[in-house]
Every structure is written in structure tokens, then in C-alpha cells.
């Protein structure tokens, strides 16, 4: 049986977070009664004129930047010729080859791989290669109802980056580790909410296969219609299996260029269309817009290149001595990073790593089941370092400290007041602690003996039995000391 090579491309469409739209003052607003943020520009109107937004162009520039792509000296826009009921003006003023950005590449991070594949990541530290970003106008949005279909066209005109990959990508996991690492840095650059559920990313899916030992790729197969990252990799599966029957025989189909559907609910890929070329679009530079000199724009957007995801996730493990797997945890949203960074600075006294533990192993835990993002969290960055410091501090057990943080996050107060309340202050005054120490000593002669003899277990024996006789009040640490100087001298 022959083996098959996939080879996967992607375009991303991501919408910008502009206050207006590309080409008009109208306004972009999520969620807006259909049909109210509109203009004789966007509705394409005879006789309405473009005026490009400036915001736009830099977001762009600055993604470009972030990716590692070159910026052309000058750049223009140029109108795609092609019919559909949300495109008001029959044409789309995009760019065709004279593009913002080009070349650059997009990291895969680890933990941006679904979970059941990051054990076994085929290509670890991967840079997908990228042939280009253009900036284009969006469309209308269309609803299908049972027996007609309406047309919102507050979309249309909203600005749009088209990210191009190259046909590097070779798994369904890799393309969903692109796409997650890619929203990263979008977000992370504040050009983007790249949130799918609201379509303000979007993403069509380039397939092909070709048997091992074949140079050139095989048919080219577009996927649309795919709206969540997890099924760009059910589609991605899917049709690689539907290719492999029409292949070898088991699918009566022929493999034609074509533009296929994706239904998540059947699981499966339908035929739209056959697939254009560029020539079908007409392309041709748009007459109302002059192209645009680049060079002073991408002098002032590279003042605000931000810390990017993998830099940030290496300076957590430089400085904050956090686990490789923690950093990439932390630094993995751009808020939850924040958060953490501000928790960290609260008290300089208490150790960043001990924080990291907190927020991965508890708090996020907590989020988690509640379905809240670290936004919406009730326990602010420092109201936490205050409860770790108290546990560094030996004022309450690691314990006590998680039963503590439930009701933090449960009421929002702070620790020392919920500390007070329970009555967890920790014993530690020497005295008292050395008269519960030695009452225990002359009671276990033969435990004594264990730790005179090296038995380091039966010194932790002591210190289980201090807490118990002081209920749960003793300071552990303390304890221990006493113990190994009185027994160990």
C-alpha cells in the first residue's frame, strides 16, 4: 500500500482592530443592529470615493514585523473582480503584487500543538514559512435561513489582513499549532482579537497529497467554511482520508482543483466550485487609490514591536527560574502574562517560581471550572503574592494557604482577614514550640533513636506529631529545627 505526503497551506483572515473601517469613517462594532454602520463607500455607491486608513496600513506593517517579513519600498491596491451577494460593489479592492508584507514565518510553540500530540511533536521549534500578509477590505456577512437569506453588510469594509503560509505544513496538528501560535502573536501585538467564534478570524485550508518519492505536489483542494481550530484539524483528517479513496481507487471522484465546503456535523467536505486562478479575477490596479511609500511607516511601527510570546516564555525561565513548561504556560496569553508579571512585582520578597506553582497548579485550575478568563478573575495578581508570602513567611502551612485561596476566590477577601477569621496563625514563638518538642521526645525514646541513627522519615515523624499536638498551628519549619538540634545536637 503507498504511503502518502500532505502538504497543507494556509490563509488566515484576520480583521484589525481598527475604531473605523478600511476605506470610510464608518464605525467597526461587533454585535451592531444589522445594516447600521454603513456608507455610500462601503455600500459601493456610484460615485463614492476610498480614503485609506492610515491605523490599518501600520497594524499590518507591525504584523509583518513581528513575523520577520520585508516591507516593500512602495506598495498599492489593486481591485479582485468577482460576483457574490455580500460584495457591494461586485469587485474587492485587496493587493495583488505589490503586498504590505512579505516572506517571514510563524513559530509553532509546544503547547500551542493539541494537547494529545504535544508528547510527540514531529518537528519540534518549526517556523512555518510565509509568502505573504496583504490588507484588504472584508465583506458583507450572509445568513442562511430554511427558505431565504439576509445580508448584513456592517461588515463590509471592515480591514482585513490575509496571512499566506507557503505549503509547509505537514500534519493537521502542525496547521492547529499554527493557528494557535499565530493568534498568539496577533494578540500579543494588539492588531487583532483573532477570536473565531466572533469571525474575526477566519481560515481557508489548502490540501494536497502525493504518493512518497513524487517532487511535485498533487491536486490542490481548498477547504472553506471552517470556523474553530479544532475543526481545521477534523477537516484537515477528513479530507486527506477522502483523497486517499479517490487515489487508490475507492472513491469514485476525480481530484480536480476545486473549492470544497466543510460540514463539522456530517464530518465531511462537499464541492462548492472549481477553483479560480488569478487571471479569473481581472486583477488590475484600483484607480481611486495611489500607491504608497513605505519606509517612514515602518520606521515609526517598529517603535511598538512588542515582547512576543517565545521571548516572553524565555525571559519567565531567565529570570523568574520557572520550568520551561510553566514559562510557556504563563506566557501562552498575553493577559495571563501580565497578570503574573503584576503578581511577581507586588512583594519582591517572595519568589517568582513559588508564584508561577500557584497561578498553573491552582489558579487556573479554579478558572478552568469556572469557565472564567484570567480577566474575570476575583483574586487580584497582588491579593495572591500576599497569601504566598505568608506561606514563605511560615505564618500558615501549604494546606492551610489552598483552603485560604478557595475562599479568596469564593468572596474576595483578602488573605490576612480570612487567616484571622479561621484562627491559622501559626505558632511561633520558640519557647512554646520547644516545650511541644521535647514533650514528644521524652515520650518516643525509640524514635529518637531512629533519627540518631540517620532515619530522616522518623524526623518528619516528629514534626506530624507537633502539628497534631498544637492542631495544625505549629510552624513546621521551626519544628524541624528544634527537633534536629535537640535529637542531632
Not at 486608513?53 to 479582485?80: Q, S
Not at 493568534?183 to 466572533?198: C, F, N, T, W
Not at 469557565?371 to 503574592?385: G, M
Request: glycine fraction near 6%; include cysteine; aromatic fraction near 6%.
Amino acid at each position: 500500500m503507498p504511503k502518502y505526503i500532505v502538504t497543507i497551506g494556509l490563509e488566515v483572515h484576520a480583521q484589525l482592530t481598527t475604531r473605523s473601517k478600511m476605506f470610510c469613517s464608518c464605525p467597526v462594532e461587533y454585535g451592531a443592529e444589522p445594516n447600521t454602520h454603513t456608507c455610500p463607500t462601503c455600500l459601493g455607491l456610484p460615485g463614492a470615493l476610498p480614503v485609506l486608513n492610515a491605523a490599518a496600513i501600520e497594524k499590518t506593517i507591525l504584523t509583518g514585523l513581528m513575523l520577520g517579513c520585508t516591507t516593500p519600498p512602495v506598495v498599492k491596491w489593486d481591485r479582485k473582480n468577482y460576483f457574490y451577494p455580500d460584495m457591494p460593489k461586485n469587485y474587492q479592492i485587496t493587493q495583488f503584487d505589490l503586498p504590505l508584507c512579505l516572506g517571514g514565518g510563524v513559530p509553532l510553540y509546544d503547547l500551542a500543538y493539541p494537547k494529545d500530540a504535544q508528547k510527540n511533536i514531529a518537528n519540534p521549534g518549526k517556523v512555518v514559512k510565509l509568502t505573504r500578509i496583504h490588507l484588504e477590505e472584508d465583506v458583507g456577512k450572509s445568513t442562511h435561513h430554511e427558505k431565504f437569506t439576509t445580508l448584513d453588510f456592517n461588515r463590509a469594509g471592515t480591514p482585513l489582513m490575509e496571512i499566506v503560509s507557503e505549503p509547509d505544513i505537514d500534519s493537521a496538528e502542525e496547521a492547529f499549532a499554527y493557528l494557535t501560535s499565530l493568534r498568539q502573536i496577533l494578540i500579543y501585538g494588539g492588531v487583532s482579537d483573532a477570536d473565531m467564534e466572533k469571525g474575526n478570524l477566519r481560515c481557508d485550508v489548502n490540501i494536497s497529497l502525493r504518493p512518497e518519492g513524487q517532487k511535485e505536489l498533487g491536486v490542490k483542494i481548498e477547504l472553506k467554511n471552517i470556523n474553530s481550530m479544532s475543526a481545521v484539524r477534523r477537516a484537515i483528517k477528513a479530507e486527506t482520508e477522502r483523497q486517499i479513496d479517490v487515489l487508490e481507487g475507492r472513491n469514485p471522484e476525480k481530484l480536480v482543483q476545486s473549492t470544497r465546503r466543510w460540514d463539522d456535523d456530517l464530518g465531511e467536505t462537499t464541492l462548492m466550485r472549481s477553483k479560480e486562478d488569478a487571471h479569473d479575477y481581472r486583477y488590475f490596479p484600483d484607480p481611486d487609490l495611489l500607491p504608497v511609500r513605505t519606509p517612514d511607516l515602518v520606521a515609526k511601527v517598529k517603535q511598538h514591536v512588542p515582547e512576543l510570546p517565545h521571548e516572553k516564555r524565555a525571559r519567565f525561565e531567565k529570570d523568574y527560574g520557572c520550568s520551561a513548561y510553566d514559562a510557556g504556560v504563563l506566557a501562552s496569553e498575553k493577559e495571563l502574562a501580565a497578570w503574573y508579571e503584576a503578581a511577581v512585582g507586588a512583594d519582591k520578597g517572595v519568589p517568582a517560581k513559588k508564584i508561577a506553582n500557584w497561578v498553573i497548579n491552582d489558579l487556573l485550575g479554579v478558572l478552568n471550572d469556572r469557565s472564567l478568563t484570567i480577566t474575570e478573575c476575583p483574586v487580584k495578581p497582588e491579593a495572591l503574592s500576599a497569601l504566598v508570602a505568608t506561606v514563605e513567611a511560615g505564618k500558615i502551612s501549604n494546606n492551610q494557604a489552598k483552603e485560604v485561596f478557595a475562599e479568596m476566590f469564593e468572596t474576595g477577601k483578602s488573605a490576612a482577614e480570612i487567616i484571622k477569621a479561621k484562627g491559622f496563625e501559626q505558632v511561633s514563638d520558640t519557647g512554646a514550640l520547644e516545650a511541644i518538642v521535647e514533650q514528644i521526645l521524652a515520650a518516643n525514646p525509640e524514635k529518637v533513636a531512629e533519627v540518631k541513627g540517620g532515619n530522616e522519615k522518623a524526623m518528619n515523624w516528629f514534626t506530624g506529631q507537633a502539628m497534631k499536638a498544637s492542631q495544625g498551628k505549629a510552624n513546621p519549619k521551626m519544628v524541624t529545627e528544634i527537633v534536629r538540634k535537640k535529637v542531632l545536637g
